[in-house]
């Protein structure tokens, strides 16, 4: 199996940028599909971005495209996500995940290992 470690979460103001990092160690990092899932108070836990074993494809939902860049480096055992103009109702728990499908997937019950998260806190 993976573990996986999330870092880089903060309190920001609005319109500020973060980097987002999953390190990964145990099994072989380039043989799962990565996620990222993000959680608000009160809210359950969405779907953001994924990206594919090799990472030369990704998926992002609506709410983050132009704003959010999913990315990894398997070399390093390492998914980030870039986030840049930061909005308060970005505000939740960030989590990673690791798939073992092969296709691009936003379906949570499809990620086995997760993370245990990172606080993103974006004030206005």
């Known amino acids: 199996q993976v573990q996986l470690v999330e870092s880089g979460g903060g309190l920001v103001q609005a319109g500020d940028s973060l980097r987002l990092s999953c390190a990964a160690s145990?099994?072989?990092?380039?043989?799962?599909?990565m996620g990222w899932f993000r959680q608000a108070p009160g809210k359950e836990r969405v779907f953001v971005a994924a990206?594919?074993?090799?990472?030369?494809?990704?998926y992002d939902v609506d709410f983050v495209k132009g704003r959010f860049t999913i990315s990894r480096d398997n070399a390093k055992n390492t998914m980030y996500l870039q986030m840049n103009s930061l909005r308060p109702e970005d505000t939740a728990v960030y989590y990673c995940?690791?798939?073992?499908?092969?296709?691009?997937?936003?379906?949570?019950?499809?990620?086995?290992?997760w993370g245990q998260g990172t606080q993103v806190t974006v004030s206005s």
């Open positions: 145990g099994r072989t990092f380039g043989n799962y599909t």
């Open positions: 990206i594919s074993r090799s990472g030369g494809r990704t």
């Open positions: 995940a690791a798939s073992f499908r092969t296709f691009l997937t936003k379906r949570a019950d499809e990620y086995p290992y």
